[in-house]
């Protein structure tokens, strides 16, 4: 795995990226990755994050591409539309490097469910009721593809089953190393065991 070009000075967020990083490494018990800082591009102001993937005879290139305005993380995030969205780009690097690693094919769908529940993971340290925290992340979600698309079907599907799953893994489960073991499980179950877990919960 490599990074596209060499990579932009953005000491003032670095940390807050990796922070993330550690988090999930941490919480699923994974082996550590390269640092995701190593892969960040700067995109144009107002746009939003996106993953780039290349693939070759020599190896899997990825780069995460972050808008200007995620250079506010540096300044301790909160749980607004910016900082979720580095969450989900550090997700979904993560998620593909730890693919990338152990040799599996990842979806996009895969990568779009997974980051929906990564980021409920990373927003409990912002101290809300878990009930409080599902309803902030998934209740009335605001989608920029249409409904329709191929993207905005992706996109909803992947917000309805992992709402789903969290739910229910929260209803049926009141200790927290039950919920986190739930979760790990979850993490390492590829697309179609993924939406059998949310679509059975």
């Known amino acids: 795995m490599s990074t596209t070009e060499a990579p932009l000075r953005l000491a003032p967020r670095q940390r807050e990226l990796r922070r993330i990083q550690r988090r999930l490494e941490r919480f699923y018990g994974l082996e550590a990755a390269p640092s995701v800082t190593r892969f960040v591009r ?17 190896g899997v ?8 305005e995620a250079r506010s993380v540096a300044r301790g995030g909160t749980l607004d539309d910016v900082w979720l969205q580095v969450a989900e780009g550090v997700s979904h690097f993560l998620y593909l490097a730890q693919r990338v690693r152990v040799d599996l094919p990842v ?22 009721d878990p009930g409080q925290l599902i309803a902030r992340l998934f209740d009335s979600p605001q989608f920029l ?7 905005g079907e992706r996109y909803r599907l992947a917000h309805r089953l992992a709402a789903r799953f969290l739910s229910r893994v929260l209803e049926e489960t009141h ?15 590829g697309q179609t065991e993924k939406i059998s877990l949310a679509s059975a919960a």
């Not at 700067?42 to 020599?58: C, M, P, T």
């Not at 200790?175 to 179950?189: D, G, I, T």
């Open 42 to 58: 700067e995109g144009e102001r107002g746009s939003r994050e996106v993953v780039l993937v290349r693939q070759s005879a020599d």
């Open 107 to 128: 979806t996009q769908l895969e990568l779009e469910l997974q980051a929906e529940v990564d980021k409920f993971v990373l927003s409990a340290e912002f101290s809300l």
């Open 175 to 189: 200790a927290p190393e039950r919920v986190r073991e739930r979760l790990q499980s979850f993490y390492r179950a």
């Open 145 to 151: 593809d249409p409904e329709g698309s191929e993207a």
């Open 61 to 68: 290139e990825l780069a995460l591409v972050l808008p200007p």
